[in-house]
């Protein structure tokens, strides 16, 4: 029986002296977590993006509504009542600008939360 001899390579990558096999092992893992923060980056710059948009719809329609608000609320002090037209436009206008605000807040949270899954 003739004994083979061990390879070469297969002992040093064993024994921990492959310095080749070493750098290749930390530059795919140094790439890999460059890739990561990298996305986690960009997800981060979406996500206050998508922050200042809707901030910005908010502002916008608050101030579009600031002068109805303030109409309606001279109308009502000076003694015309609630089921009066511009009390009524009031509250149409008032219960439109929630649900585009809920909405607006459900679709960066549902947004938010696929982000997170693809992580």
């Given at each position: 029986m003739?004994?083979?001899?061990?390879?070469?390579?297969?002992?040093?990558?064993?024994?921990?002296?492959?310095?080749?096999?070493?750098?290749?092992?930390?530059q795919?893992?140094?790439?890999?977590?460059?890739?990561?923060?990298?996305?986690?980056?960009?997800a981060?710059?979406r996500?206050?993006?998508?922050?200042?948009?809707?901030?910005?719809?908010?502002?916008?329609?608050?101030?579009?509504?600031?002068?109805?608000?303030?109409?309606?609320?001279?109308?009502?002090?000076?003694?015309?009542?609630?089921q009066?037209?511009?009390a009524?436009?009031?509250?149409?206008?008032?219960?439109?600008?929630?649900?585009?605000?809920?909405?607006?807040?459900?679709?960066?949270?549902?947004?938010?939360?696929?982000?997170?899954?693809?992580?």
């Amino acid at each position: 029986m003739s004994q083979r001899a061990p390879d070469r390579k297969l002992v040093e990558a064993l024994s921990g002296l492959d310095a080749q096999a070493d750098l290749a092992l930390a530059q795919r893992t140094r790439r890999a977590v460059m890739e990561a923060a990298h996305q986690m980056r960009a997800a981060e710059v979406r996500r206050r993006r998508h922050a200042g948009i809707v901030m910005l719809a908010f502002l916008g329609l608050a101030l579009l509504l600031t002068p109805v608000v303030w109409t309606i609320a001279d109308d009502l002090f000076s003694g015309e009542h609630f089921q009066d037209l511009p009390a009524l436009t009031l509250s149409l206008i008032v219960t439109l600008f929630s649900t585009i605000f809920a909405s607006l807040i459900l679709h960066l949270r549902s947004k938010r939360a696929r982000d997170k899954e693809e992580f």
